[in-house]
């Protein structure tokens, strides 16, 4: 079977999974709600920048609910239909898999962060005027995190989405790190979960206990450089030490260096299930 | 037989992990605070996790251990099981928040920077708020193991009940018109109740009360109907 | 005592697994016999009251099964096909836990879960989680929890699975001590377990009873119609597009084949006695050596 005929079943068995659903209709019913929200008069420009702030604010959090949800159980389904020794006597078997596996979930990730995306528009295009798209983003510049102000809001929106498509890419390879490890998909789910809301917890609510201690300090710059910081735009701070550019880089590198860390893990897991 | 549904949740290997942690989170934060408001996030989402990760998971280890039609063919595997396994959930999350309780009174001994009058802690925010944190975590329970129950999922029922629950906790509907959508799932998905003090002041708690029979009432009598359709009870 | 089967239909959406079963069992052994598919674990699971069937009744002692309720469970013993175990029990643990469920009080628990391990040879690794156990070891815990409450009804879907053949032969002893006063079903796709412990086996194919008899009337029906030969291997595609085989065996650079046939397939052949196998080629086809053959 040809790797893209693989990454197509692959695809299915990701996409058939009901709990990504129920997820779904959950965190839409949410996310619009959290939009409604943040309602305001309209103002010249106001869609693009309520659109480019949309997931920093809100969206990030159901960005990375059904980033859990979807690939807790990507990993584990062989394991769960009792099939995954006999993946370790294919050919190609698990490793390939685990390539295919990895790709498919950078597809799953482009989807719904534009299925967020689409919400937001839908939303908005009820509120506020659509026009603008190709000011530059210095006409309203209060945005959530630090951007080029030479920039139209089609620059901004085009880096932005590809800036959240890597960094729930980042988050959901971290996942499949989890999924080496643990066998069985709702533990996965529950403990990927735990760990991203217990970043939230403490960005909401215990920093404000032990914000005036040196350790606040500490456990606010790993909350703004661990996955939470990266799905909430803490990488674009005013005051962040990386450019915009920088920012992508860096993501890529991590991304690819995640990649490769599942697959080294994967191929050593199979030598050890083997015996070697 | 609850001595053996009792000892099949104490198994679950996630037990002293998932324990040990909580118990070292609120052992740091105790240090830092008294915590007189220990219930309003921590507390209640430390319970609603526990309660979701480990109680529930009674409700669907037959489906997963291959023995459901092992126990539906045995004599008290039907009716009496559920009923026994309903109780046990109850009694697990009474355990728990006794544990949790017990930890708290310890910080507030000893920790305790006078800031706090230790009488009015012990006797409002613990004893009145406590008995909402207990009602509110056993129902909780209750409503995941029929979730659990109608699904056939852990993952499902972790899904539905653990997005709706911790929401509550991000999506804060304080602001929000009376009665609205926004307003029942702020209190009516009880994390309201397991954060315990505010409930206590709670001026339309009639039509939270009516709210939270309705909800559970409706639950239980779904989890039957769809039992007796698929010939389970 | 008797279990009867009324007009029992069973479907899912728009398969038919059962239609139209109708028997009458009375204390003996009873083999299921049907290729994949036919209705066996439906019919089962029927019998044991974990499913409703869509149409027809079932009736134990002349009393509606469902209508029984608990009073029927209480008399049911049930392996199912699918069987693992609680796996952070020990083997102990959780026959005690099934007898607590079958209503054992706990001193009669007690010695009947010590007296099963010992029957199913579990004795010694009692107190081992099962999760420890193999496939075979666990079909033996599954055996014996379906024993615990001395059944009057015992269904066994598949028993023999994973067990080796002493293992075998120590079941097929045990079924053929209990079979006394009780009504003992199983299904299994060992037909040579069947024909050694079965008093009458029931066949089913596409979910419909097309027979109800004991193994040596089976037998008697295909006296005379079973013979072996020795063919040339290009031979064999033409006789088993023509003819029922129920065994091929290469022997050098020629092909013995066993023949389902009324006539004599050829001069050479010659005639033997038929065994359970042939009764099963005979009557659900023999896909599989036709598949190989061509």
């Known amino acids: ?276 | 037989m609850l001595r053996w549904e009792i000892k099949k949740l104490t198994r679950n290997v996630w037990n002293i992990p998932i324990i040990t942690s909580v118990i070292c989170l609120w052992g740091i934060m105790l240090y830092f605070s008294t915590q007189a408001r220990f219930w309003y996030i921590l507390g209640s989402l430390a319970l609603g996790f526990i309660i979701l990760f480990i109680s529930t998971r009674l409700f669907i280890l037959d489906e997963e251990e291959k023995v459901s039609e092992v126990i539906l063919t045995t004599k008290y595997g039907r009716w009496n099981l559920l009923f026994q396994r309903v109780m046990t959930a109850g009694i697990y999350t009474t355990g728990i928040v006794i544990l949790f309780l017990f930890i708290q009174v310890i910080g507030v001994l000893l920790f305790n920077r006078n800031e706090i009058d230790v009488h009015e802690l012990l006797t409002v925010h613990f004893l009145k708020g406590c008995l909402l944190v207990w009602g509110g975590s056993v129902l909780f329970s209750v409503f995941t193991a029929c979730l659990c129950t109608i699904f056939k999922s852990h993952g499902v029922t972790a899904i539905l009940s653990g997005i709706l629950f911790g929401m509550t906790y991000i999506l804060r509907g304080n602001l929000l018109q009376q009665y609205s959508f926004e307003w029942f799932l702020e209190k009516g998905l009880f994390s309201y109740l397991i954060r315990g003090e505010n409930g206590l002041f709670e001026p339309q708690w009639v039509v939270i009360i009516v709210w939270y029979v309705f909800l559970m009432v409706s639950m239980i009598t779904i989890t039957i109907i769809i039992q007796f359709r698929r010939h389970e009870i | 005592m008797i279990l009867k089967i009324e007009n029992v239909t069973h479907q899912f959406k728009n398969f038919s697994a059962l239609k139209n079963v109708n028997c009458e069992l009375s204390p003996g052994i009873y083999g299921l016999l049907g290729p994949n598919g036919a209705g066996k674990s439906t019919l089962m699971r029927i019998l044991v009251d974990v499913i409703l069937p869509t149409k027809g009744r079932l009736f134990y002692n002349n009393k509606e099964i469902t209508t029984l309720g608990a009073r029927y469970r209480e008399i049911v013993g049930y392996l199912p096909q699918e069987f693992h175990g609680y796996s952070n029990f020990t083997a102990e643990e959780f026959l005690k836990y099934v007898a607590n469920l079958k209503g054992l009080d706990q001193k009669n628990a007690q010695s009947r879960v010590q007296q099963l391990l010992e029957l199913v040879g579990l004795a010694e690794v009692k107190r081992k989680k099962i999760k420890g156990f193999s496939g075979g070891m666990k079909r033996r815990v599954g055996i014996a929890q379906a024993l615990l409450n001395d059944p009057e009804i015992l269904i066994l879907d598949e028993p023999t699975s994973g067990l080796d053949p002493s293992e075998r032969i120590r079941l097929r002893g045990i079924l053929t001590k209990l079979s006394k006063n009780k009504i003992i079903i199983l299904s299994t796709h060992i037909v040579s377990d069947i024909e050694y412990v079965a008093d009458e086996v029931l066949l089913l194919k596409d979910g419909e009873l097309i027979e109800k008899a004991p193994p040596s009337k089976l037998l008697n029906n295909l006296l005379d119609q079973v013979w072996e030969m020795q063919i040339r291997e290009e031979e064999l595609a033409k006789y088993s597009t023509s003819y029922a085989i129920s065994n091929i065996h290469q022997q050098g650079s020629k092909i013995e084949i066993r023949i389902i046939s009324q006539e004599k397939p050829h001069r050479s052949a010659e005639k033997v006695n038929p065994r359970m196998e042939d009764i099963y080629v005979y009557y659900f086809g023999s896909r599989e050596s036709n598949a190989i053959c061509q």
Not at chain 1, 57 to 63: L, P, R
């Open chain 1, 1 to 276: 079977m040809s790797l893209i005929k693989l990454g197509f079943m692959e695809g299915k068995k990701l996409f058939s999974q009901r709990e990504i659903y129920i997820a779904l209709f959950l965190c839409t019913v949410l996310f619009v709600m959290g939009l409604d929200a943040i309602g305001e008069p309209d103002v010249p420009l106001l869609f693009w920048r309520k659109l480019a702030d949309v997931i920093p604010y809100v969206g990030f959090w159901f960005i990375a609910i059904l980033i859990v949800v979807g690939v807790a159980r990507c990993l584990p389904f062989e394991q769960e239909q009792g099939m995954s020794e006999l993946l370790l006597t294919y050919k190609k078997g698990r490793l390939t898999l685990l390539v295919v596996k990895q790709i498919v979930i950078l597809m799953y990730c482009v989807s719904i962060v534009l299925y967020f995306y689409g919400i937001a528009v839908f939303v908005f295009t009820m509120d506020y005027d659509l026009t603008g798209l190709f000011a530059q983003v210095k006409e309203n510049p209060n945005l959530y995190f630090y951007a080029n102000l030479e920039w139209t809001y089609a620059e901004l929106m085009i880096y932005e989405f590809g800036y959240i498509v890597l960094a729930s890419y980042i988050f959901a390879l971290f996942i499949v790190l989890l999924s080496l490890f643990i066998k069985r998909s709702v533990f996965i789910m529950m403990i990927g979960g735990s760990i991203f809301a217990a970043g939230e917890l403490f960005d909401k609510f215990i920093i404000k206990y032990i914000g005036t201690m040196e350790l606040g300090y500490y456990l606010t710059t790993i909350y703004d450089y661990m996955f939470n910081g990266m799905l909430s735009f803490r990488y674009l701070n005013y005051f962040g030490p990386f450019s915009t550019n920088e920012v992508y880089g860096l993501f890529l590198f991590i991304a690819f260096l995640l990649f490769g860390m599942n697959l080294f893990l994967g191929r050593w897991q199979r030598h050890v299930a083997m015996g070697d």
